[in-house]
DNA sequence: CTTGAAATACTACTACG
DNA sequence: CGTAGTAGTATTTCAAG
């Protein structure tokens, strides 16, 4: 009996792969089962499977380690914007007054309770933060604008940049 | 017999409701059904039709409803970046040389090959583009940045906002 | 450590009231 | 919409690589 066993099969997914990209670390069938789960996950475990050339039993069990190694955070239905009513998307740069900790503290928990707001970062450069917002219109996102974003607190500046045409919007990472 | 038939349940939905907001025109059976899918989509139909206190088939037929009438955009499982290896995300303001037709069509056709690009919109304002890309840290952000950004056609100003923060980065709409 | 085959439990789905 | 029945799937067990 060798002290070193070989694989025989290809190898699934290393469980720690720190130092290296973690995504290029996958087995192909990890990759090819992440990239259908990234693009429609409401697809059956049998046909996943068939997908994959790989039994139903194994196949779950490596969507399901995809899980708990946390590389898949969930799993969500999309609604669509423009159907939802909110077909307006707005990009907000925002300026604060004083740059003081309790003044980000504050913004922050206000900000995320701006309807529609989908994103707030804080950023480097000329802003300290940027927020995504989505909206019905133009009409509504003056509402917004006037009703809350003017109201956020320790705000200094806020510079709206309406997005005229979504070129590019996804939640997928190349595989 | 009457003639109307009178609905004893709640309305499920109705069909066409254009010229008000569409989530808040939905019975609150669908808003429950959608408010867990767009956290966990994962649920089988049987549980989800038991939280919404519904019957499992009912209960299928409004998520199919709500697939096909397109609210649902989709259902996708979400990589968490950090443990992809992209635990950075940038937002970059671009601006164009000359603002013709051919000119935004290179450049849109090119932004989207960038590689860990998520979002790309033409927006108002000072900037012709945002543009949000993820990369591992700062070091392989230097090499998109002097490898490909600066090389994306008929580009005069790319300004690169380094995000410090993730405050609030969802895709659920609030229902 | 993995895989796949078989058996069971549960679920999705259909027909109908 | 709900109940009941059927088809198909998820999930466990187990033997084997």
Chains 1, 2 share one sequence.
Do not use: W
């Not at 990209?21 to 996943?48: E, F």
């Not at 399901?64 to 955070?73: D, H, V, W």
Request: hydrophobic content about 45%.
């Amino acid at each position: 009996m060798s002290a070193t066993k070989i694989r025989t099969t290809e190898k699934p997914a290393p469980a720690s792969a720190v130092n290296t990209d973690p995504l290029q670390a996958l087995d192909r069938i990890d990759r090819a089962i992440l990239r259908q789960l990234q693009t429609d996950a409401s697809i059956s475990n049998v046909a996943l499977a068939a997908k994959v050339k790989l039994s139903a039993p194994a196949c779950l069990r490596r969507v399901e380690r995809l899980k708990e190694s946390g590389l898949i955070r969930g799993v969500v239905a999309l609604i669509d914007p423009k159907a939802a009513g909110a077909g307006m998307l707005v990009i907000i740069g925002v300026v604060l007054d004083r740059s003081t900790p309790e003044s980000f503290a504050e913004f922050e928990k206000a900000a995320q309770k701006v309807p529609g707001c989908m994103e707030c970062h804080v950023v480097t450069g000329e802003f300290d933060y940027f927020m995504t917002v989505r909206t019905r219109d133009s009409d509504s996102f003056n509402r917004l604008h006037a009703e809350q974003l003017l109201y956020l607190p320790g705000v200094r500046q806020i510079r709206s940049f309406m997005v005229l045409k979504e070129i590019l919007s996804t939640t997928r990472f190349p595989l």
